[in-house]
């Protein structure tokens, strides 16, 4: 990519995106973890440009509030009601201070443009000192595009000299294949002055920011063109099935590039990897992986199959196995699954391991501690070589407020143990499997909160008499007591 510099780059957000069928704006609904406009901003930024212009439609405020949250910085310019992308690059330049320079026009729905194809068209158009020059592509169906048209004699043989709209092509124009993508860069000046003289007498009726190719080349300034190698990377969105298709186009780009990065993607086509997340070499991904949001893994850690991680980040020669977790932090060769589900918060410091079946949220595991299975650790302190047993609950809700368990290291929990908080368990203590745990537990003690079991005999003859469980005990009974007979013993001793 060669390194250039705009004055500015205008991105076109004010379509109304009838087509998707919703009521959040078209320009906002993601792939790959960013909304559209989004990943064009992201590539309209590549550049440096001394000014951001993002236009919107009257009334988006939904995108004003993401412009404000995610790119301060951007100016937003309000198109009026006059149609067409010439009115909506006028309102753009109305937004910023005359200059001189190159002006990069582009749309925020077309998420695969990249910052190197722009860098391309921009160094191309201040090489050749051209007016204007127009990224285009070749495809095998043009119906629908503008078609590009060339000079076919003179000096500037093959120089471009207009745009034309399919509505307005004749039948020989309708026949090219060579499409205008709608991504530009003018001379600023050039462009300011031509769309002054820009009509709306055409049959759509609006302002096309194509007619100012024509007004260059009429008054005599070069217009050339960059054509594109993939027509897709300039292919916007108006549905959710294009949508959709993007999106896997964007997943098979993402996967591709962290493959040759190092990390091994055992299955492609059932991993999905956020444009935000970030993979060290020898990673390796396992089939039905998807890593989203913020994500980052570590050197030698093995994710999935089937697991899902948003806004994770997992420590090297990690494992995680079929579980889904939200905010949570996983140490150094600390283990997490299969079926396990770690909610904000949670931490797994080195070697620690969430086991089969468990829930997590707001808890800090320490070293070496181990929830193997069946148990929910919540609002929770843990701390090294610890071990709890399976079926243990961390009661952290009194139905009003939340409260925290703290566990202190070498403990020992017995299985289906109850922490009722807010209680503290002592360096090396234990407790009775079965306990419901309401005092703190000193070092070194054992915790026993459970009654002595009581026999009520031959409660199942009276109470549920005729019921196949009777019957069962009825015949144990016997059975007990033809072999205590057959032993010599009195029955019934």
Not at 108 to 115: E, F, K, S
Not at 244 to 255: C, E, K, N, S, T
Request: hydrophobic share 45%.
């Amino acid at each position: 990519m060669r390194s250039t510099r705009p004055a500015a780059v205008i991105v076109l957000a004010a379509g109304e995106g009838t087509r998707m069928r919703s009521a959040v704006p078209k320009v906002l609904h993601p792939i790959a973890g960013r909304p559209l406009l989004g990943h064009a901003l992201a590539a309209a930024r590549g550049l440096g440009a001394d000014q951001l212009v993002v236009v919107v439609r009257r009334g988006a405020q939904a995108v004003v509030d993401y412009l404000v949250e995610t790119a301060p910085d951007a100016i937003v310019a309000v198109q009026d009601d006059v149609p067409g992308t010439g009115r909506a690059a006028q309102c753009a330049l109305d937004a910023l201070e005359p200059g001189s320079g190159t002006v990069v026009v582009t749309y925020g729905d077309v998420p695969l443009l990249t910052t190197a194809t722009l860098a391309d068209l921009v160094a191309a158009h201040e090489e050749r000192s051209n007016a204007v020059t127009v990224l285009s592509a070749h495809v095998p169906d043009p119906f629908g595009y503008g078609r590009v048209l060339r000079a076919t004699e003179g000096s500037g043989r093959d120089a471009v000299v207009a745009i034309v709209e399919q509505k307005d092509a004749t039948e020989d124009q309708a026949a090219l294949t060579e499409i205008n993508t709608g991504i530009y860069a003018f001379d600023e000046a050039v462009l300011r002055e031509a769309l002054g003289r820009v009509g709306r007498n055409n049959a759509a009726g609006e302002m096309y920011l194509t007619d100012v190719v024509a007004i260059a080349h009429g008054d005599g300034g070069r217009v050339g063109a960059v054509v594109l190698a993939d027509a897709r990377e300039a292919e916007g969105v108006n549905d959710r099935s294009q949508l959709a298709a993007q999106g896997r186009f964007l997943r098979d780009r993402l996967v591709e590039a962290w493959m040759r990065s190092g990390v091994s993607v055992i299955d492609p086509a059932t991993t999905w990897v956020d444009a935000g997340v970030r993979l060290d070499a020898d990673v390796t991904l396992l089939p039905g992986t998807s890593l989203l949001g913020t994500t980052v893994v570590l050197t030698g850690s093995t994710v999935g199959p089937d697991t899902t991680l948003r806004d994770c980040t997992i420590g090297p020669d990690a494992e995680v196995v079929r579980s889904h977790a939200i905010g949570a932090v996983v140490g150094p060769r600390a283990q997490v699954g299969p079926f396990s589900f770690l909610r904000p918060g949670t931490i797994l410091d080195e070697g620690a391991k969430v086991g089969a079946f468990v829930e997590t949220k707001n808890a800090h595991i320490g070293a070496g501690s181990k929830v193997p299975h069946l148990s929910y650790v919540g609002d929770a302190t843990i701390g090294v070589d610890t071990n709890i047993g399976a079926a243990t609950v961390f009661v952290n809700y009194d139905g009003v407020d939340k409260h925290r368990t703290v566990v202190g290291d070498h403990v020992r929990i017995g299985s289906d143990t109850m922490l009722v908080a807010p209680i503290t368990v002592g360096d090396g203590a234990y407790t009775a499997a079965g306990s419901v745990i309401t005092e703190d537990i000193p070092p070194g003690a054992l915790g026993v909160g459970r009654a002595r079991t009581r026999m009520i005999d031959k409660w199942v003859d009276r109470k549920r008499a005729g019921t196949q469980s009777a019957q069962a005990a009825a015949e144990a009974r016997a059975r007990s007591a033809r072999n205590d007979e057959q032993q010599g013993e009195e029955p019934g001793l």
